[in-house]
């Protein structure tokens, strides 16, 4: 592995993520109400699954999967290397919550202690993801499970980056190739943040260009873990379906479902479709 980009990507993301954190709640869209039912739906499971005491949130940012599990789970530990995101994590409530300032690669976890470990749309900020699968692995007991969700699916960035800025398409895709393609020229712009900077911070995604599920799941296992579970979030076109003003919300979230539903049955033919992938991996 070459150390010098490892540093690089962390410092990258400590001077962006210290600059961007008091907006960094308003400003991603996974802090909407739909998609927060829908990782507690996932989380409750999990929870139920391992009977879960105690967990570690890798990445945690700002808490967003602490103030979820937080109604759950009874001691909770988080880690980020970015100060200013871990200073914006709610810590009310009647779990413990235990926060620290560590690179995930080399924070060091009592083996086995742990039910759950979590790490929400935060892999592809990593130059190398192994060592923090292995810090995972490392962390639960026999039977844990690891789960990871929103991070960049490869097969939907390949797509995405091989067509033209400002060609003949229709609005959702070209708004897809300028967030895709172009979210450093906006982050420049409303933040004053540099482009190298935003994108060393983002590198699974804005320079490796995604995760694919066969290299996810060569890693996990080589980790330490048994069984890896996939699944993909959000394909092209939902948004619209979603926030489609010429009906309800709740039709709007209906018909969405039913499409996500067709083309989660031809997987993996369709998986090009889903801008997402995630995973439970289990120890």
Same mark, same amino acid.
């Given at each position: 592995? @070459?150390?010098?980009?490892?540093?690089?990507?962390?410092?990258?993301?400590?001077?962006?993520?210290?600059?961007?954190?008091?907006?960094?709640?308003?400003?991603?869209?996974?802090?909407?109400? !739909? @998609?927060?039912?829908?990782?507690?739906?996932?989380?409750?499971?999990?929870?139920?699954?391992?009977?879960?005491?105690?967990?570690?949130?890798?990445?945690?940012?700002?808490?967003?999967?602490?103030?979820?599990?937080?109604?759950?789970?009874?001691?909770?530990?988080?880690?980020?290397?970015?100060?200013?995101?871990?200073?914006?994590?709610?810590?009310?409530?009647?779990?413990?919550?235990?926060?620290?300032?560590?690179?995930?690669?080399?924070?060091?976890?009592?083996?086995?202690?742990?039910?759950?470990?979590?790490?929400?749309?935060?892999?592809?900020?990593?130059?190398?993801?192994?060592?923090?699968?292995?810090?995972?692995?490392?962390?639960?007991?026999?039977?844990?499970?690891?789960?990871?969700? *929103?991070?960049?699916?490869?097969?939907?960035?390949?797509?995405?980056?091989?067509?033209?800025?400002?060609?003949?398409?229709?609005?959702?895709?070209?708004?897809?190739?300028?967030?895709?393609?172009?979210?450093?020229?906006?982050? !420049?712009?409303?933040?004053?943040?540099?482009?190298?900077?935003? @994108?060393?911070?983002?590198?699974?995604?804005?320079?490796?260009?995604?995760?694919?599920?066969?290299?996810?799941?060569?890693? *996990?296992?080589?980790?330490?873990?048994?069984?890896?579970?996939?699944?993909?979030?959000?394909? *092209?076109?939902?948004?619209?379906?979603?926030?489609?003003?010429?009906?309800?919300?709740?039709?709007?979230?209906?018909?969405?479902?039913?499409?996500?539903?067709?083309?989660? @049955?031809?997987?993996?033919?369709?998986?090009?479709?889903?801008?997402?992938?995630?995973?439970?991996?289990?120890?």
């Amino acid at each position: 592995m @070459n150390q010098e980009m490892y540093q690089k990507v962390i410092d990258a993301n400590i001077a962006i993520y210290n600059t961007i954190s008091k907006h960094y709640d308003t400003c991603e869209p996974h802090y909407r109400p !739909e @998609n927060v039912a829908q990782v507690e739906n996932k989380l409750k499971n999990i929870f139920a699954e391992t009977d879960a005491s105690k967990m570690l949130d890798l990445g945690c940012g700002t808490g967003f999967l602490i103030d979820i599990a937080k109604k759950y789970v009874p001691i909770i530990d988080g880690v980020d290397v970015t100060p200013a995101m871990l200073e914006k994590v709610d810590k009310s409530g009647n779990a413990r919550i235990t926060l620290y300032t560590s690179d995930t690669g080399s924070f060091p976890v009592k083996d086995g202690y742990y039910d759950v470990v979590t790490a929400y749309s935060f892999l592809h900020h990593l130059y190398d993801i192994k060592p923090t699968c292995i810090t995972a692995a490392k962390a639960l007991k026999k039977g844990g499970k690891f789960y990871n969700d *929103l991070d960049p699916n490869f097969y939907y960035w390949e797509q995405i980056n091989s067509l033209q800025r400002g060609g003949d398409y229709h609005p959702i895709i070209n708004r897809e190739i300028e967030m895709v393609t172009y979210k450093d020229e906006d982050i !420049e712009k409303n933040f004053g943040v540099s482009k190298d900077d935003f @994108n060393h911070a983002e590198f699974g995604k804005n320079i490796a260009g995604g995760f694919k599920e066969e290299t996810l799941r060569e890693t *996990l296992l080589s980790s330490g873990f048994s069984k890896v579970e996939f699944f993909y979030y959000w394909f *092209l076109g939902q948004a619209s379906i979603v926030n489609d003003p010429n009906s309800s919300k709740a039709d709007n979230l209906k018909q969405a479902a039913l499409m996500d539903n067709s083309l989660q @049955n031809i997987l993996p033919l369709s998986r090009h479709l889903y801008k997402y992938l995630g995973f439970i991996a289990t120890k």
